[in-house]
């Protein structure tokens, strides 16, 4: 709480009230100035709970992922096809009309690849195909930096979604298993004009 401090003429006032004043105790000195007294503040203890070794320890380890997954991203897109037919697709009840296996393949020699062949298919008239990346090999050893595993199967989505293929693919989502998994992916493309 701040105090407010008196003015000159509110002490020249005070002064003049206690001159004339008759006192009480007459044997006794006059009081300094009255000051406020402070608002007494509420203290705040902190309540601690007991504690337990091990009761806040999770379960299992902490991913270090700072993106969502590439599934989680792909599933949660929104459908921009056909309705029933996605649904078809994601059941694997859809057969691909064309695939392409991009395993082992460098990004250099990837990327030329999956463009050629989405817009030869598109050009073609097919509507639904494979895109075979595989899952990628495993991280060899656990550094300081996460890294993800599987380069063509996080870059050939992002390859999908910019041009000259974003004007060719309506939809991409990942494979049934029994098209390859978390290996594959489903391409459907849009009707060639």
């Known amino acids: 709480m701040v105090r407010r401090r008196l003015t000159p003429e509110e002490i020249d006032l005070w002064h003049r009230v206690v001159d004339r004043a008759e006192r009480l105790h007459p044997d006794q000195k006059a009081q300094p100035l009255p000051l406020p007294k402070p608002k007494p503040t509420r203290q705040i203890t902190p309540r601690i709970d007991a504690l337990e070794i091990g009761q806040k320890a999770k379960s299992k380890p902490m991913r270090h992922d700072l993106k969502p997954s590439l599934h989680d991203h792909l599933t949660s897109a929104p459908v921009q096809m056909d309705q029933k037919a996605f649904g078809r697709m994601k059941r694997g009840k859809l057969v691909p009309e064309a695939r392409i296996d991009l395993h082992g393949m460098t990004l250099d020699r990837a990327h030329p690849a999956l463009t050629r062949f989405i817009l030869s298919a598109q050009a073609s008239g097919n509507r639904l195909v494979l895109v075979i990346t595989g899952k990628g ?14 380069i063509l199967k996080h870059q050939v989505p992002q390859w999908l979604a910019m041009p000259p293929l974003a004007q060719a693919v309506l939809q991409v989502s990942p494979a049934h298993i029994k098209h390859g998994g978390g290996g594959a992916f489903y391409v459907y493309l849009r009707r060639g004009r």
């Open 137 to 150: 090999k495993a991280a060899d050893g656990y550094g300081p930096m996460p890294v993800r595993h599987g």
